[in-house]
Structures are given as C-alpha cells and as structure tokens.
C-alpha cells in the first residue's frame, strides 16, 4: 500500500504535474495520492517544476530515491533552483507487471522491453522465462510501443496503470526481485506549507554549503546531535563542476519551528557563510517511515 504525507489543500482546479508519460510510476503515485486532481505529463524534470513556477499545475510529483536503485540523478541540483517548497512526502510501492497484447499467452513471449532499471529489477524472473530484455527509455513508453506495434511475441515491464491505460493484459504481475521496491516522491508547490501540530511526525529539508575550514561539517552538524534531531538523510554533491565546492542535502526528523531545530539551524549557519542554507520545506512525515522499524 501506498504511503504519504499530502498537503491538506492542494491547489484547486489545477492538475498535478509529473515527469514521463501516461501510465508512468510518478503517473501512478498523482492518481495514488491525489485521486481527485487531472494530472499533467511533462517531458523533463525541468519541464515539470515549471509548469508549477508557471502556475500550469499546483503541485509537482518529484521523484527523488529508490530503494533498490539509489538517488534520482540530478533531482537535487534542480530543488533547490526551482524556487517551489516540499508540502509532502509519498512512498510509492515499485510492482513491475509483464505485460503483453491483448489475448497473448505467456508461452508466446520471447523478449520483453522497459526501462534499464525495470528490467535490472526483474532479473531473476526474467531469467527464468528465458526472456530477450531490450531496453526502451521508459517503461509506460515500453508498454505504448508494445500496444501499437502489436507483436505478441514481445512484452513490456511496467505498471498496472499502464496496462489500463494502453489496453494489454497483465501475463505476470509483481515481476519485481524486491517486494520492498519502493520510490519515495517529494510533493512541491509554489507555496510553503508546514504542519499545524509541532509535536507530530516532521521532515524538515534542506540544503547548505559550508565555509572551508577543518573538520566543518563534523562541527556544522553537532547541533542536531546535541539538540537531539535525527538526520535520516545527508548526501553531498559537486557544485558547478568543480571538485571544490561541495552542496550538502539534510533530511531532518523534526519541525522547522521547533525549539531543538532553530538552535541546530543557528549552530549550522554559524559554519556556513551568508545565505548558504536553504531551506527546502517543512512537512509531514509519511507512514512509511515508521513501518518494520
């Protein structure tokens, strides 16, 4: 089951904008979490986040790890010149169906397209049906193109949605190795919204850049360990090319309000020089958090 932290008043009228084409795993996680909202496709993750800055769609569905694959490239060079603000987190359960023409037998498949990753993530039942992998793009554009060329020898990988969506029939469902394959998608409007209630599950995001001296970031980070926050994520990353300039991305489990987190958040900036911190949003943490800890 799908689990998420929404914002309590999403933009109305406007749809929610996502990257990739209909039948799209983020396509699936907009209908999951907002099933009263149109949805608008986007190209490009860039082309996404505008279309919010542009007042075309509400919110944004972002896509930023996966369990198995790891980080989403380039996503965080992009958050944080967007100008939108985090109001949400989804957790999106990743289950990869083999799909094939209407009418088609398993038996009757010889290759199967997706994209890298869903074919990378349906090794081993892949091998067991013997199947050639081609790799597509994407994987609803892998399901669009098996839909209109019409070969029943030839299958895709990709979502349940998908196969509504393009009229194939699901030969074998839940193809994924891990049945923990998960996406987690950060909802980002042009509009801050921070939970009402301090004291309940928070995530508060951002990023920084410290000043270059010795043992920084070991100092820069002592005040959430002494103000008690949990950090459930810290990534750094290359500025402008340059081997140099490190940005460094924070997850913290508290509220942007709290007492604990504005005295870390002045510790922190004491290291980092003017206007380096950018707070990216402050928002409900999602359910899927706390499960089979």
Excluded: W
């Excluded at 996680?29 to 907002?34: G, I, K, L, M, T």
């Excluded at 509504?164 to 801050?192: C, F, H, W």
Aim: aromatic share 6%; glycine share 8%.
């Amino acid at each position: 089951m799908a689990s998420s932290s929404t914002p309590s008043d999403p933009i109305s009228g406007l749809p929610i904008a996502y990257q990739g084409i209909p039948g799209a795993y983020s396509h699936l996680a907009c209908r999951n979490c907002f099933p009263e909202l149109e949805t608008l496709a986007c190209p490009s993750f860039e082309d996404m986040l505008q279309a919010v800055v542009d007042g075309e769609a509400g919110l944004a569905m972002v896509p930023v790890e996966n369990s198995v694959a790891g980080r989403v490239a380039d996503i965080h060079h992009l958050l944080p010149s967007s100008g939108l603000s985090i109001t949400g987190e989804h957790f999106q359960p990743v289950n990869h169906h083999l799909l094939g023409v209407k009418g088609t037998k398993l038996e009757q498949l010889t290759a199967v397209k997706s994209h890298a990753q869903g074919l990378a993530q349906c090794r081993k039942a892949l091998r067991q049906l013997g199947l050639q992998r081609i790799i597509h793009p994407d994987t609803a554009g892998a399901a669009a193109e098996v839909a209109e060329i019409g070969d029943p020898s030839v299958g895709a990988i990709a979502s349940s949605l998908a196969a509504e969506i393009y009229g194939l029939d699901v030969l074998k469902a839940k193809m994924e190795d891990a049945d923990t394959n998960t996406t987690r998608m950060l909802i980002m409007s042009r509009t801050p919204s921070y939970p009402v209630d301090i004291s309940a599950p928070a995530i508060t995001t951002l990023i920084f850049r410290l000043r270059s001296v010795p043992a920084a970031l070991y100092k820069a980070l002592g005040g959430f360990a002494t103000n008690g926050i949990n950090l459930t994520k810290l990534e750094s990353y290359m500025l402008d090319g340059h081997f140099t300039a490190a940005q460094f991305y924070i997850d913290a489990e508290t509220h942007i309000h709290s007492e604990a987190f504005q005295n870390a958040l002045e510790e922190l900036q004491f290291y980092c020089p003017k206007d380096a911190v950018n707070i990216l949003g402050c928002y409900p943490a999602g359910a899927a958090r706390y499960q089979n800890i």
